[in-house]
């Protein structure tokens, strides 16, 4: 998630201040009105979200739910500004990796005792490891995506490749090896958007047994990069620097960026996340035959760490009650099903997962929705320094790796050693 400077931070939270966002829940004559600050942006999302605002509100005349919109490129600065400053809403939208730093900071509420046992029930256990901060639960995971790959499906006919399913999917070896297939010319087998390098590498590398933070008995987290660790990286490292398969220009791009060059067949394949079908059926031209295949699997299947999207209540908030009600109706299957469906992506909730309208071909629904039950908190989520590791130490590392400019020992040395030391400050 990309961090903004203090004084950006600051101008979104007056912003926010002057569109009516204040300071929690108010009561006004025995009426509770709560604010619930949201994230979603695209426009099916919005309109979900809206609707399920105002079917609250004609149910619960004396809780009403005021609907505050957030944005995703400042939300963490301007929620800490809102905590520090006691405006923060009650109800609040944001992704369980980040977190920590305000679960620690005693800014959310601890939702245990706070939520229903349905609720608390119908989400697996692994999806709510994702938002649990030493012994409290500071979110309910509630949307999630896979990093799948899109890939263009004329192409690999044209190949004669094997088509990976979620019972059979490639191994890394084969994908590198059909990678290799697909390419020639000024035309690359896969495409990796790597200008955010750190979460791709960390989540993906969970097929092959990755993990690379370990956590001892006296809960004390340390960087290794074991062979498990190495197998993804290695894997983006010889496609773009060995093989020729993989095009070293969009390793600085974002996923989006690689769109246009996918839809005119200079890549075959696209690693991406699961929500990104939405812009390829909304951009891509009239005709053009694309589908989701499932990431890689190593020697722990199909594994891949998630980040899932997260609601949680202000500990500040004098109606936490109340707001955890509200969450309960956000999420019951029916609802939980669209608000998934307006973002593109797949509840963590057991029954909404069991909903036809997420097991259609059409657009590959299918495909994603077998891959959730191999979704794992990613590796990161509860590690204390994680953001500076990642910022200064994980990102450029890993680009220059990718890159050809260091070799693995290089890498090795950077992410371990130099890596420690980050996490040793946050650990004292």
């Known amino acids: 998630m990309r961090r903004v400077s203090r004084l950006a931070a600051v101008a979104a939270a007056v912003a926010l201040l002057l569109t009516g966002c204040s300071s929690g829940g108010t009561a006004d004559g025995g009426k509770i009105t709560l604010e619930f600050q949201s994230l979603a942006w695209q426009k099916e999302s919005v309109d979900a979200n809206k609707q399920l605002v105002k079917e609250w509100n004609a149910a619960h005349p ?19 500004t809102s905590f520090e400053g006691g405006e923060a809403p009650d109800v609040i939208h944001d992704a369980s990796d980040d977190l920590a730093d305000f679960a620690y900071g005693g800014y959310l509420a601890d939702l245990r005792d706070l939520l229903p046992a349905r609720l608390k029930s119908d989400i697996p256990q692994h999806s709510w490891e994702t938002a649990t901060f030493g012994d409290g639960v500071y979110g309910v995971p509630f949307l999630q995506e896979p990093r799948v790959l899109i890939a263009n499906a004329k192409i690999l006919e044209a190949a004669g490749v094997r088509i990976p399913t979620p019972e059979k999917p490639w191994s890394w070896e084969e994908f590198r090896a059909v990678t290799k297939k697909l390419s020639g010319g000024k035309k690359f087998g896969v495409a990796w958007p790597l200008k955010e390098p750190v979460s791709a590498t960390l989540n993906l590398s969970l097929s ?19 062979a498990a660790d190495q197998v993804v990286p290695r894997t983006v490292h010889d496609q773009v620097d060995t093989d020729g398969s993989a095009s070293g220009a969009t390793l600085g791009m974002g996923g989006s960026d ?26 891509a031209p009239k005709g053009f035959d694309w589908q989701v295949l499932p990431a890689p699997a190593g020697r722990d299947g199909l594994a891949q760490g998630v980040s899932p ?24 299957p029916p609802n939980m099903v669209r608000l998934a469906l307006g973002d593109w992506m797949l509840p963590t909730g057991t029954e909404a997962l069991k909903d036809p309208a997420l097991h259609t071909e059409k657009n590959d629904w299918a495909t994603g929705t077998a891959l959730a039950g191999d979704l794992r908190s990613a590796p990161a989520q509860s590690v204390r320094g994680y953001a500076e590791w990642k910022d200064k130490v994980a990102t450029p590392a890993l680009q220059e790796y990718y890159s050809g400019s260091i070799g693995l020992g290089e890498l090795r040395k950077r992410l371990v050693k130099d890596g420690n030391l980050v996490l040793a400050r946050y650990q004292r």
């Open 62 to 80: 004396d809780i009403q739910v005021k609907y505050v919109q957030g944005s995703w490129d400042s939300v963490h600065d301007q929620l800490l």
């Open 208 to 226: 092959a047994g990755g993990r690379m933070f370990h956590r001892d008995a006296d809960g004390k987290v340390t960087v290794r990069f074991d």
């Open 258 to 283: 690689t769109l246009p060059g996918f839809f005119a067949g200079k890549y075959a394949m696209v690693p991406l996340g699961f929500s990104y079908r939405q812009q390829i059926v909304q951009q």
């Open 309 to 332: 999207q997260t609601l949680s209540v202000a500990e500040d908030s004098p109606h936490k009650k109340e707001a955890a009600q509200f969450i309960d109706f956000l999420l019951r």
